[in-house]
Structure formats: C-alpha cells, structure tokens
C-alpha cells in the first residue's frame, strides 16, 4: 500500500502563509479526488479543499478565497496553498487520495497565532 508523506506545516503569525505538500509512495491507480482536510482540538474532521477528475476543485466557505488547492497525478502529490492565515485555520491538516483504494497522511500541525 502507498504511504502518504506530508509537509509544510508549522507555525505561523496570523496574515501569513504556508504550502502544503502531499506526496505519495507509490502509484495511486485510478486517483479520481484529492484532498485536505483538517481537525482543530474537540472538533470533527473537516474537509478542506477537494479535487476530483475532471478538475472540479470545492473549498470550505472559511477557507474560499484564501486556499488553493492544485494536485499533479504525475507525481501523485496534492499541494495546499493557504494565504491570509487566520487563529481559526489551526489545526492538523490531513491529505487524502482516493483511488482503488483511499490513503490518508499522517497529518501536519499548522498553527496560527500572533
């Protein structure tokens, strides 16, 4: 099975940006969505962004406008540019491919504070 490996996360003032970058081990076949999702401390994991084939890409409404989500099937990798951060937008941020099968990261902590 693919491993997930994400990074980019880390701390960061509120206004400012970070890039997330998902890359998987192997080949995911038949990939149809790419994602990021993310869950702050007592709450449920929340979609993010999502891509999926033919290239439709959907947003959470707090995150439109300031997220951009873009992937590249060659390399299997999803990549997350978050601009404008806010204290709202910490949380630990997951990738999800889904093919055959569907993989999750490990998760990578981003945290917004001044």
């Known amino acids: 099975q693919a491993q997930l490996v994400e990074s980019g996360g880390g701390s960061v003032q509120p206004g400012g940006s970070l890039r997330l970058t998902c890359t998987a081990s192997k080949r995911i076949f038949n990939m149809y969505a790419m994602g990021w999702y993310r869950q702050a401390p007592g709450k449920e994991r929340e979609m993010v962004a999502r891509i999926t084939s033919p290239e439709t890409a959907n947003y959470a409404d707090s995150v439109k406008g300031r997220f951009t989500i873009s992937g590249d099937r060659s390399k299997n990798t999803v990549y997350l540019q978050m601009n404008n951060l806010r204290p709202e937008d910490t949380a630990v941020y997951y990738c999800?491919?889904?093919?055959?099968?569907?993989?999750w990261g490990q998760g990578t902590q981003v945290t917004v504070s001044a």
């Open positions: 999800n491919l889904h093919g055959f099968l569907e993989y």
